[in-house]
């Protein structure tokens, strides 16, 4: 079976070429994928845009309704951080069907898996505000459209950007049927994800949030990832895996200060796709977030598709970080205590 990627050029049309989150973030990924000779290896899966049932799952009225309208008056600022184009209420729109559409394609057995290249990212986006350069929150409107068709009951979202998806967080804090885990650089933007945010109410233990200080790297990612995110998914026993891929956390991002490799987040991929193997029969859709340094970008989403295709390549042309590894045994046991693990 096919391994798929969504695309459509409405995701360019969202640009601010002097915004860290621009256009150039998406072409440079599309042009390493055709000189590899990727693409011709994947399904290209149309999107289409979400609807406002969709949305409206996961966002309010109000909020679909100012990012329209800052759209159609020409674009602007929501937040100091968040620009609207004039065409990013389509994009928007499109990003989060995209998801969808890859979602109903892997759970209709139409593919295999896939990965969603979609912009604006999503995770920070809020029931009710757009912030962090993420105007509708993609990953939230795609579990909850798979829950909704009824196909599944328990998602699993691992979200290995460097920043804290807060507003995925938020959407599904409450919601035992939606395990959200994050690892991301702490004390930083946007400043939740602690250590003993697990969920709440019928959702209090569903949150896995591991808030790692500079410099931690391949080696403290993959204890991370053993100790932690293993046993948690085998004890929440998923039935599909949805990934916000975030790139940002490699050693070289101009905004964040972490230090994993290529070849470390190549390494991540691996493990959470054997995860869906082991545990939901390799139902797993990655969706992309942040990530700009642009070759890092591109090779961490080529490495994606090689592990989703069962392909061992990794391509790092980067390297190592030239900076030495910072150690998490002292968060990962404390984690493992908070999360019963012991
Ligand atoms: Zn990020």
Redesign the pocket.
């Known amino acids: 079976m096919d391994t798929a990627y969504v695309y459509d050029p409405v995701y360019l049309e969202h640009d601010l070429p002097s915004h860290p989150e621009n256009a150039r973030r998406l072409q440079s990924i599309l042009h390493t994928l055709e000189r590899e000779e990727m693409l011709e290896r994947l399904k290209l899966l149309e999107p289409r845009p979400a609807t406002v049932e969709e949305l409206q799952r996961v966002h309010t009225p109000s909020h679909v309704e100012r990012v329209r309208r800052a759209a159609e008056a020409g674009g602007g600022y929501l937040d100091p951080d968040t620009y609207v184009a004039p065409r990013s209420f389509e994009a928007a729109l499109m990003a989060a069907g995209g998801l969808v559409r890859a979602v109903e394609a892997v759970l209709a057995g139409e593919v295999a898996n896939g990965f969603a290249l979609v912009r604006p990212p999503g995770h920070h986006a809020t029931a009710t505000r757009a912030m962090g350069f993420c105007l509708f929150n993609n990953v939230a409107v795609a579990a909850q459209a798979a829950l909704a068709q009824g196909q599944v009951e328990r998602i699993f979202i691992a979200d290995f950007?460097?920043?804290h998806g807060n507003g995925t967080q938020a959407a599904f804090a409450q919601d035992p049927s939606v395990f959200y885990f994050s690892t991301h650089q702490y004390p930083f933007y946007p400043g939740t994800g602690r250590w003993n945010e697990t969920g709440h109410g019928a959702g209090q233990g569903t949150v896995l949030n591991v808030p790692l200080p500079p410099r931690v790297g391949d080696a403290g990612y993959a204890e991370v990832f053993t100790e932690l995110v293993w046993p948690l998914a085998e004890r929440f026993q998923p039935d599909l895996l949805l990934v916000s891929a975030?790139y940002?956390a490699h050693w070289s991002d101009p905004l964040a200060a972490m230090n994993l490799s290529l070849t470390g987040y190549a390494w991540l991929g691996r493990e959470l796709v054997h995860m869906a193997e082991q545990l939901c029969e390799g139902r797993i859709v990655f969706t992309l977030?942040?990530g700009y340094e642009l070759d890092v970008l591109a090779c961490g989403v080529l490495n994606a598709f090689y592990t989703l295709l069962g392909d061992d390549t990794i391509a790092d042309p980067i390297g190592p970080s030239p900076r030495r590894e910072r150690p998490v045994d002292d968060l990962v046991a404390r984690l493992k205590k908070a999360h019963g693990l012991n």
């Open positions: 950007d460097v920043h975030g940002d977030e942040g």
